[in-house]
């Protein structure tokens, strides 16, 4: 696999990249509340839901994240990263049950770390659903190995 | 959401420090995860680096008060300072950090941190809430 990553010195800064579309379920939801263990009323009580600004269930903010950083990888080839150092976050608007979810990314900077083997990539993202409004953003920081000299 | 039981934002006092139970990372949970996130599996005994803070929201639904009425998670920055590993145990150890009352509702934010069975921090940063008041009408600020 190694040799098929891209390395700190071939990302470029202003690089963009769309992910495949997917759609989001019921099924997704139930999932991640059995895994989670967070059955707040917002994704579980279609009942009380109806009675609620968004008419429904909505998915977990952190489900979206989940889901986003998973059709980040299906959105380009794989960097030599490292490690994930952090993120700024953002959930701008409700994910629900049959929306379409995709990601848009863009290479925002690049900065040396002190080792000399490694960089620090930042990725912008944006989470757009089908009628292309954004629902989650953010920054994600990468450290990203550079290639050997 | 006066029908729901609940810690609202005016029984929340800032500087309130809590500590949740603690879980044991499993391979089911890993496997779980990597199917409903797509996620690739580069090193089988790594817990995926979002994985943690996911189960961290759980863990702190199972505190002895009522649970937050959180009508939005408006976002959170947050630092990954180790890689857990399958079979490691983590908790959490929040602070209430700071509360900024609205027309509707308040936004609250709370200070987290994801500690292993060592006591070593292996992520952190604070995570900011909508939550609704006691008093509030139904708000009309959409959710993550």
Not at chain 2, 121 to 127: I, K, N, T, Y
Request: proline share 4%.
């Amino acid at each position: 696999m190694t040799g098929l990553r891209r390395y700190f010195e071939e990302i470029e800064v202003g690089e963009q990249y769309e992910s495949p579309g997917r759609t989001v379920t019921e099924t997704d939801i139930v999932l991640f509340a059995g895994l989670s263990g967070d059955y707040n009323v917002l994704h579980t009580d279609a009942e009380f839901m109806k009675t609620s600004i968004f008419g429904e269930r909505i998915a977990h903010g952190l489900l979206g994240l989940a889901i986003e950083d998973g059709l980040f990888t299906r959105a380009t080839q794989a960097y030599a990263t490292l490690a994930f150092v952090g993120l700024r976050w953002k959930f701008r608007g409700p994910i629900k049950i049959g929306d379409t979810i995709r990601v848009r990314a863009r290479v925002r900077a690049k900065r040396d770390l002190s080792g000399p083997d490694r960089g620090l990539v930042t990725v912008e993202r944006k989470v757009v659903n089908q009628r292309d409004e954004v629902v989650q953003e953010g920054e994600t920081d990468l450290m990203v190995e550079k290639k050997k000299a | 959401m006066s029908a729901v039981a609940g810690t609202y934002f005016e029984d929340i006092e800032v500087g309130t420090e809590e500590v949740t139970p603690a879980l044991t990372l499993t391979e089911a949970h890993v496997a779980v995860y990597r199917g409903l996130t797509g996620e690739p599996n580069d090193d089988p005994g790594a817990i995926p680096d979002l994985l943690p803070l996911c189960l961290s929201t759980g863990l702190g639904s199972r505190m002895a008060r009522p649970p937050l009425v959180v009508l939005a998670f408006m976002g959170f920055e947050w630092k990954i300072h180790r890689t857990l590993r399958v079979g490691d145990t983590i908790h959490s150890h929040s602070r209430a950090a700071v509360k900024r009352s609205m027309r509707e509702g308040g936004v609250f934010m709370e200070d987290h941190e994801i500690i292993d069975q060592h006591g070593e921090v292996v992520q952190s940063g604070r995570l900011a809430f909508l939550m609704a008041k006691r008093t509030a009408a139904r708000l009309s600020v959409p959710t993550g």
